[in-house]
């Protein structure tokens, strides 16, 4: 029986070979268990940094409609407390770039080929809201009276759209195809506009209420950065993108009281 010990020892010592801890590894001609698939990561990094809006004193333009009917419509809404504050997030930053040069997933895509815009004590919320081409916005009507969506943007159509008159708890909808920019406006209520910036590739962001912005997982290399309001020449940067690390850049706006809104 002793015998027959041995060379069973000596049979898996030269199959296998031993550690000089004593542990059985495997030798050179044996195969390893099979592990699960094993996935590179992704060669992608983070942009991120903050908005400031400076003001230069102007002129504000006062807010009126061309009507008077009594009732809540005859006045439009009061402006907000701190118009500097509510204007960062009407700035879009974004990559520049098609979606060839700047791919993203497919769920990103899908994420930006939607939004809404609601009509929300007679304005237009948000008012300015960017998505990726091929996106279908909503526009709910979230007041208690009649509203009207149209453009004559012909970057959401030729010769623009409209959604015609519709009531509260409805909501009609709209495709963008191509990148550009649209104006909105209300037939109905002549001071309410949105402006809809329709952009080519997926890599874009609005700055949160801590004036914060994040793009993520941006494709490692060099591309130029676009801050942009509707109310300023669009200030550009170039940006390097490092895989797994974050590239931070910070943009002061100098924008102008009053305008167009």
Known sequence: MLASVAATLALATALYGASSAGVVVPSAGAQAPASGPVHAAAATGRIE????????L??????MRIYADPGSGALP??????????????VVLYLEGDSATLPGSADLVARRRKGSIAQHDERFEPHVLAVMQGAT?????????????????????????????????SSRAWTFPKPGTVNVFCHIHGDMSALLLVLANPFFATPDENRRYVID????????IVAWHERITPITRRIHVVAGQT???????????GGPR
Not at 159 to 167: E, K, M, T
Not at 217 to 224: I, R, W
């Open 49 to 56: 940094g903050t908005v400031v809006i400076s003001t230069r």
């Open 58 to 63: 102007t002129v504000r333009r006062p807010q």
């Open 77 to 90: 809404p009061a402006p907000p407390r701190d118009a500097a504050a509510a204007e960062v997030r009407n």
């Open 137 to 169: 916005v909503e526009f709910p009507n979230q007041d208690d009276v009649f509203h009207n969506v149209f453009s004559f943007s012909n970057a959401a159509a030729s010769g623009g759209f409209d959604l015609g008159r519709y009531p509260k708890g």
């Open 217 to 224: 997982d941006v494709p490692a290399g060099d591309y130029t």
């Open 247 to 257: 590239t931070t850049q910070d943009f002061n706006i100098p924008l102008p009281q």
